[in-house]
């Protein structure tokens, strides 16, 4: 069987999750349901990124032993994406001992191909931005994204040799213009690969959280450097089983975390000796009803309370249908409700219980579900779907859909099929109501990996015998 192999980014745990974080595995997990529906052996993993500093303060400020607190963290997030019916296959934490293994084997090979040396490293370091900052990054001596005075830092370090692997990536995004998506990141991923790309220091002196260096264990492994191998840990690596499922044929990503993905572990890899990632696609970033998400705002919606104001199809539909995927977007209250009622509730919801009363009380002897046909215009809109979801367009899938919704609707208001019935024309009313039938089974396979709950709901209606009024409303508030 072919595997599909997608990945999202491993989080840190220094808090819970919010809308942006649950964004990435809401696409990830309808490319993961996809996929498997497409007969594909599919590996979605997730998890959470332990080895970071920010959580070691996080930890600290709330009074628990490191261990202890990223223990605790990761299990709610884990409960939070189980809950939120995300079909995970695997839940990496960096923390537990397979991936400290593989870690360790991966630079064990970096360090055999000749690509680790020793040297001094002086720079300013964000514990925000878990990264090095260039004095020009400042604005007014603070890091722009987490307005903090970054930290100076004069050690001795492990680098890896990042530069000596620059023609070799220049090539490989030449070769494969897929590799990055959207194609609006690569020219500012090519400038950076090209002008600015530096060796980068790869331990941490003296440093205690982290996982140690194998060449000294007084050194951790700069946390990035280890987060980035989860991809590999999850495959099996280093035991001979990682081919499988390696190399990666998506890693999901937000457009924060390019440079990491793009130019970082490619060369990893390349020094490692294995296979690049097939494809890294890059999605925006959400403002919430216009304003950055940030904990000073106190704006960072939780998806737990908004999952019980809302059922989790309705935000799943509302963020990858209003913002296309790669773009960066507002999340809006306002936006999402008016989604809810125009395309859930009132849209599809309407359809299928108008479309279902008639065939009760309309269909008679006469209807037969297993003989209802597809009309061609039904089937020529949805036959673009699949090509958008693999093109992670997933605004224009659900576009599709819709329009699909919107014929059927068109033909109910066209030809008033209980005007007909009520002039005995029984013969073009069980017509109709087979056209309207065939296409509400067809868009709720369309909709199967989209609105999973929804779709789970329907089909048990639609495949009833006799075939059963639904629910009203179809979206029932949990
Ligand atoms: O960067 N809008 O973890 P992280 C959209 N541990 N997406 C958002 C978002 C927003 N406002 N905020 C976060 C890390 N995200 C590293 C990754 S991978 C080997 C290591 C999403 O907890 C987006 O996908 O800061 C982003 O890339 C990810 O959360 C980063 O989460």
């Excluded at 002086?122 to 604005?139: A, H, I, Q, S, W």
């Excluded at 494969?176 to 998506?181: D, R």
């Excluded at 925006?284 to 705002?297: A, H, N």
């Amino acid at each position: 069987m072919d595997k599909f192999f997608l990945t999202t980014p491993i989080y840190y745990v220094n808090a819970r999750p919010h809308i942006g974080h649950v964004y990435t595995n809401i696409a990830a997990d309808v490319l993961a349901r996809y996929y498997r529906a497409k007969g594909r052996e599919v590996l979605f993993s997730t998890g959470t990124d332990e080895n970071s500093q920010k959580n070691v303060e996080a930890a600290e400020k709330a009074g628990k032993d490191v261990q202890g607190y990223v223990d605790e963290m990761a299990e709610e997030w884990k409960r939070i994406f189980t809950d939120l019916g995300f079909s995970f296959d695997t839940f990496i934490r960096t923390t537990a001992p397979e991936h400290v293994q593989a870690v360790q084997a991966f630079i064990e090979r970096i360090d055999k191909a000749g690509d680790m040396y020793v040297g001094d490293y002086e720079g300013l370091y964000c514990v925000g931005c878990e990264t090095f900052l260039k004095e020009d990054e400042l604005v007014d001596g603070k890091c722009p994204i987490h307005k903090t005075v970054p930290q100076k830092i004069t050690e001795k370090n492990y680098f890896f040799a990042l530069s000596k692997y620059r023609q070799k990536l220049l090539d490989h995004f030449k070769d494969n213009p897929e590799f990055l998506q959207p194609s609006s990141a690569r020219n500012k991923m090519l400038h950076y690969i090209e002008h600015e790309m530096e060796d980068v220091s790869i331990s941490r002196q003296s440093q205690k959280w982290g996982i140690r260096l194998p060449q000294n264990d007084d050194h951790a492994v700069y946390v990035w450097f280890d987060a980035l191998i989860n991809y590999l840990t999850v495959t099996g690596f280093p035991d001979k089983k990682f081919e499988k499922f390696w190399p990666a044929d998506l890693h999901l990503i937000g457009k924060d975390i390019i440079k990491f993905h793009c130019a970082i572990w490619p060369a990893m890899l390349l020094s490692a000796g294995l296979p690049l990632p097939k494809r890294v696609f890059a999605h925006g970033f959400f403002t919430v009803d216009g304003q950055k998400i940030s904990k000073s705002l106190g704006n960072a919606i939780d998806p737990m309370t908004l999952a019980k104001e809302y059922p989790f199809d309705v935000i799943r539909y509302y963020v990858l249908r209003d913002i296309p995927f790669g773009n960066d977007g507002d999340f809006s209250h306002e936006r999402l409700k008016e989604r809810y009622n125009a395309d859930l509730a009132n849209g599809l919801g309407n359809l299928v219980s108008r479309t279902l009363n008639m065939i009760q009380q309309f269909g008679g002897d006469t209807f037969d579900a297993d003989g209802a046909q597809l009309p061609a215009e039904v089937d020529a809109t949805l036959s673009s779907v699949s090509a958008y979801i693999e093109s992670l367009a997933f605004d224009k899938a659900l576009e599709s859909i819709w329009q699909a919704i919107a014929w059927a609707d068109g033909l109910i208001e066209e030809t008033k099929p209980w005007q007909l019935a009520k002039a005995g024309d029984t013969a073009r009313v069980t017509g109709i109501l087979q056209e309207l039938y065939a296409t509400l089974v067809a868009v709720n396979m369309h909709l199967a990996p989209f609105l999973p709950q929804t779709h789970e709901k329907l089909s048990a209606i639609l495949s009833a015998r006799p075939i059963l009024k639904p629910p009203t409303p179809l979206f029932l508030r949990k």
